[in-house]
């Protein structure tokens, strides 16, 4: 009987030995698993900015030419409020980009007025805003919708 103990206390050890060596092979593959998740989160994220980068070397804009027109219509958004004031008529031109990427708009700014026009500019666009006056500069910039937000690309500026 004594011979009968002894080798199943040596099949023990050797047991044990199998079972540590699955659980380091089950802590590597969680490790592995842990790692995996931390580096494809991170290159997720900075796919948009590489999307964004592409994007944007096809959004070349530039303000072709900026009119204005003086109204007796009330302008809220015109400094001043009352009186008479203006209509700014700003021309985008689209440049020749690396790729010909549709732009989900562009914004626009005149002093502290500003407006945004969705959609694409293929070759030129005209926007209307509400000015005080002859404008002396504006401001355009181009931009995409990523993820629900406005990623902007190109900015402009324009003086008289």
């Not at 302008?75 to 001043?80: D, E, I, K, R, V």
């Amino acid at each position: 009987m004594k011979g009968g103990k002894k080798i199943m206390i040596n099949n023990k050890r050797g047991l044990s030995g199998v079972v540590v060596s699955l659980i380091t092979v089950l802590l590597a593959i969680v490790a592995i698993g842990i790692v995996w998740t931390v580096i494809a989160g991170i290159m997720d994220k900075n796919s948009d900015s590489i999307d964004i980068n592409n994007m944007c070397q096809g959004a070349l804009i530039k303000i072709d030419s900026v009119t204005y027109e003086m109204t007796t219509e009330a302008n809220p958004g015109a400094t001043p409020p009352t009186g008479e004031v203006g209509i700014c008529t700003v021309t985008i031109k689209r440049l020749p980009g690396v790729s010909e990427e549709t732009m989900d708009g562009v914004s626009i700014a005149i002093g502290e007025n500003s407006e945004s026009e969705d959609g694409n500019i293929a070759l030129t666009k005209s926007i209307k805003i509400g000015c005080a006056g002859e404008p002396t500069e504006a401001t355009a910039r181009a931009y995409f919708t990523i993820n629900e937000e406005d990623k902007y690309c190109s900015t402009v500026e324009w003086t008289a």
